[in-house]
């Protein structure tokens, strides 16, 4: 028992075995199908050991190889159906634990990550376009969700995003400028649109310099019509709109609670308030009154 995986864990492998599902049962592997492509379960290989020939038959027509190799142990009656791991999704590509590689963006979730956006924002747009610091942070910063891009494991980049009743709103990107000559401004943009998309959006606004509104439009944004021009520290801006479609699985009332109690940006994985769904119900509190 020391070996099974409990509710919400992540297995290191799904064992099939005993299948039977006569008649209108049938219904049910689908169903079953579905669960397992969902986390903790998407992306783990399954395994099988058919006793008959008929059952080596089965397993090879539904695209399972025969021969499994575990660690340092291969085991040549098993069958093996290797499943590739589901992408994740661009808003959360980077981990702490994971290779450096490449350009990756996470949510900024603790105090370490908003002193790494801190840092790059006082970089681009303090120290280069001169702005004055009560105007950079604005106290809009404790109310906004940001997103953190790294070069090859490098704080790089960042973007805030706030959201209102019927819109979200992507301000503050800034890349520093030892790493404008990669993509990550269109990266951590993307991720942004993502995560908007994610959270049920459908129109994202900005205000854009006037001098970058060729970099907007690449993203599908365009000037909002009829709309003045303004300014504040020290350059010329636009509004800007884009309308986007929600994501298929965006989350909504609805969805499963503990997807919605999961940190901000991990929707795709479980986490730990569900992991704690296993030690059931004991209400610690009023049994102490």
Same mark, same amino acid.
């Given at each position: 028992m020391a070996l099974l995986a409990v509710p919400g864990e992540r297995p290191a492998g799904i064992y099939i075995w005993a299948t039977f599902a006569p008649g209108r049962l049938a219904g049910g592997i689908a169903l079953f199908m579905d669960q397992i492509a969902k986390a903790p379960y998407d992306g783990v290989n399954m395994y099988t050991r058919p006793n008959t020939e008929v059952g080596?038959?089965?397993?090879?027509?539904?695209?399972?190889?025969?021969?499994?190799?575990?660690?340092?142990?291969?085991?040549d009656n098993l069958?093996?159906?290797?499943?590739?791991?589901?992408?994740?999704?661009?808003?959360?590509?980077?981990?702490?634990?994971?290779?450096?590689?490449?350009?990756?963006?996470?949510?900024?979730r603790t105090i370490d990550d908003f002193l790494r956006?801190?840092?790059?924002?006082?970089?681009?747009?303090?120290?280069?376009?001169?702005?004055?610091?009560?105007?950079?942070?604005?106290?809009?910063?404790?109310?906004?969700?940001?997103?953190? &891009? *790294?070069?090859?494991?490098?704080?790089? $980049?960042?973007? /805030? %995003?706030?959201?209102?009743?019927?819109?979200?709103?992507?301000?503050?990107?800034?890349?520093?400028?030892?790493?404008?000559?990669?993509?990550?401004?269109?990266?951590?943009?993307?991720? &942004? *649109?993502?995560?908007?998309?994610?959270? $049920?959006?459908? /129109? %994202?606004?900005?205000?854009?310099?006037?001098r970058l509104v060729n970099f907007w439009s690449r993203f599908g944004f365009r000037v909002c019509e009829g709309r003045p021009e303004f300014s504040f520290s020290d350059f010329d801006y636009v509004e800007i709109v884009a309308d986007v479609e929600r994501h298929p699985n965006a989350v909504t009332i609805g969805a499963d609670p503990y997807v919605i109690i999961r940190p901000e940006g991990r929707w795709h994985e479980p986490g730990i308030l569900e992991g704690s769904s296993s030690r059931g119900v004991s209400r610690p509190s009023v049994a102490a009154g």
């Open positions: 080596h038959r089965f397993n090879e027509s539904l695209g399972l190889k025969k021969g499994a190799k575990i660690g340092p142990v291969f085991n069958y093996v159906f290797t499943r590739a791991p589901k992408p994740v999704p661009l808003y959360d590509s980077y981990r702490r634990e994971g290779p450096k590689n490449g350009i990756t963006v996470t949510v900024a956006v801190t840092s790059i924002r006082s970089a681009v747009y303090i120290a280069e376009q001169e702005c004055p610091y009560e105007e950079e942070f604005d106290g809009n910063n404790f109310s906004a969700t940001h997103l953190l &891009g *790294f070069v090859n494991g490098e704080p790089a $980049g960042c973007l /805030r %995003i706030r959201f209102f009743a019927d819109f979200a709103k992507i301000e503050r990107l800034a890349v520093r400028k030892e790493f404008r000559h990669t993509r990550l401004s269109f990266q951590i943009v993307r991720a &942004g *649109f993502e995560l908007c998309k994610m959270k $049920g959006y459908r /129109r %994202i606004y900005g205000h854009s310099q006037k």
